[in-house]
């Protein structure tokens, strides 16, 4: 199934939300796989040895996942909210990670749970988003005689031009959302003379 314009976090962003003296530390990032939030959480607990709370949520994959983690605070208390920060941003192919230094006071389960959504919330807000355009890339070898018809039905279908060399015969590699590529190639049939491969299928982000 070909993948939609998605939005995800742009960059990194973090936060520090205090509570009764319990301090909340927010990190929000781009991430793809469990492997890419493993290895954060790996680096977050170099950073913070003495915190025993590394609360998580994530929306990523394809087909959308996603996950949470209290991590040894109340059910739902924690990863949830987080959950909900990253829902309420419109988010995927993200995550975000919080990390409580207890204070000494309880804040009860409402108190985390707000604690908890209000820090994700603000450091998902510092990295700011960005609409993301699964696309993909085709190279396609033809004589220039049809270079006019396939730049023509480039253009319907919201394709560009990544690169081009010419010879005695045109190469390009064209980029298109994956959305197009269906309607693409079926029209792609009618010009027999054009030989086509796909390359790959990347993201490509716009603002």
Same mark, same amino acid.
């Given at each position: ?49 003495? @915190?025993?709370?590394?609360?998580? %949520? ?8 996603? $996950? =949470? #983690?209290?991590? /040894? ?72 005689? @049809?270079?006019?018809?396939?730049? %023509? ?8 031009? $990544? =690169? #081009?060399?010419? /010879? ?40």
């Amino acid at each position: 199934m070909p993948l939609a314009p998605y939005t995800c976090l742009a960059h990194d962003g973090e936060s520090l939300f205090k509570d009764r003296a319990s301090k909340f530390y927010a990190y929000a990032f781009p991430c793809s796989s469990m492997e890419v939030l493993d290895a954060k959480l790996a680096e977050l607990k170099k950073t913070h040895p003495k @915190a025993r709370h590394f609360c998580w %949520a994530s929306r990523m994959g394809q087909p959308l996942e996603e $996950r =949470a #983690q209290d991590a /040894g605070e109340p059910v739902h208390s924690a990863g949830t909210p987080i959950l909900h920060a990253l829902q309420s941003a419109g988010v995927e192919q993200s995550a975000a990670i919080v990390i409580r230094y207890f204070g000494g006071t309880k804040l009860g389960v409402s108190g985390l749970i707000h604690a908890y959504r209000t820090s994700a919330m603000e450091a998902i807000q510092q990295a700011g988003t960005v609409e993301v355009v699964p696309r993909i890339s085709v190279h396609c070898s033809l004589p220039y005689s @049809a270079l006019g018809s396939l730049e %023509a039905l480039m253009r319907q279908h919201q394709g560009s031009m $990544r =690169a #081009q060399k010419f /010879g005695t015969a045109c190469e390009l590699i064209l980029e298109l959302p994956e959305l197009e590529w269906a309607r693409f190639a079926a029209q792609l049939e009618a010009l027999p003379e054009v030989q086509w491969r796909i390359q790959e299928a990347s993201p490509t982000a716009t603002t």
